[in-house]
């Protein structure tokens, strides 16, 4: 799996866009682009996931670069309850390792009032 | 989507006992997994669990430590046995979804005094 680097904080005021950037500028052609997060004392959740299209779906919005090095993921319009730890992972889909996930220290999200 | 329960969420037990965990999915899945959270640090797969045969464990994990049952497709437990204070941890389930993404139980937080 490709190696990730995000910052390990941001900030962002309630109701304005949170813009978390991801680099992976060794991806693979078959690899895919993750996103999960971690509310405080909860278990991770899915977000979204893309290859090489932007992606929106209810939560988010995934946008790659055409190159492929670097993501974006995009909370609309962040809330408080947002708040929450958020990792990029990039891997192939399908692998004998399908269900292990290598967790960096993800983006710090605080989202303020 | 898969919803994922866990049983305890959360339990505080004595040095050199045993606790064993549950996590029943919602619907069925060859493959579940398990990963633990230690303080502060990323989540870290202990093994994968499939239905009918003996669970696959990560470097560092193993059998006698931390046995795991998979009696059916949507239930398993993970025991923690002859525990210590360095197993205070979260220890969270996982599926993986349709587009090989994972879904997390809400987690189980141990503290071993």
């Known amino acids: 799996d490709a190696k990730t680097t995000q910052p390990p904080s941001m900030d962002c005021a309630e109701g304005r866009a949170a813009n978390l950037p991801c680099n992976h500028s060794?991806?693979?052609?078959?690899?895919?682009v993750y996103w999960y997060r971690q509310i405080h004392s909860q278990g991770p959740q899915y977000i979204i996931h893309?290859?090489?299209n932007n992606e929106t779906n209810e939560m988010a919005s995934l946008i790659i670069t055409e190159d492929r090095k670097s993501s974006t993921l995009i909370l609309p319009h962040a809330t408080l309850r947002d708040t929450a730890v958020y990792y990029c992972?990039?891997?192939?889909?399908?692998?004998?390792?399908?269900?292990?996930?290598?967790f960096g220290q993800g983006t710090t999200l605080q989202v303020k009032p | 989507s898969a919803v994922i329960s866990q049983k305890p969420s959360r339990d505080i037990c004595q040095r050199g006992t045993s606790l064993t965990i549950q996590c029943q999915v919602d619907?069925?899945?060859?493959?579940m997994f398990w990963y633990r959270q230690q303080p502060g640090q990323s989540l870290t797969l202990i093994a994968t669990?499939?239905?009918?045969?003996?669970?696959?464990?990560e470097s560092g994990f193993v059998i006698d430590k931390f046995p795991i049952s998979r009696p059916n497709l949507t239930f398993s437990t993970l025991t923690v046995s002859n525990m210590s204070p360095e197993d205070s941890s979260i220890y969270l389930c996982?599926?993986?979804?349709?587009?090989?993404?994972?879904?997390f139980g809400p987690g189980t937080r141990l503290t071993v005094t």
């Open positions: 996982s599926v993986t979804g349709t587009a090989y993404e994972q879904y």
């Open positions: 060794t991806i693979s052609g078959n690899e895919y």
């Open positions: 893309g290859l090489k």
């Open positions: 992972i990039v891997r192939v889909a399908w692998s004998s390792n399908t269900g292990k996930l290598i």
């Open positions: 619907s069925q899945v060859t493959m």
């Open positions: 669990a499939n239905q009918g045969s003996e669970a696959t464990y």
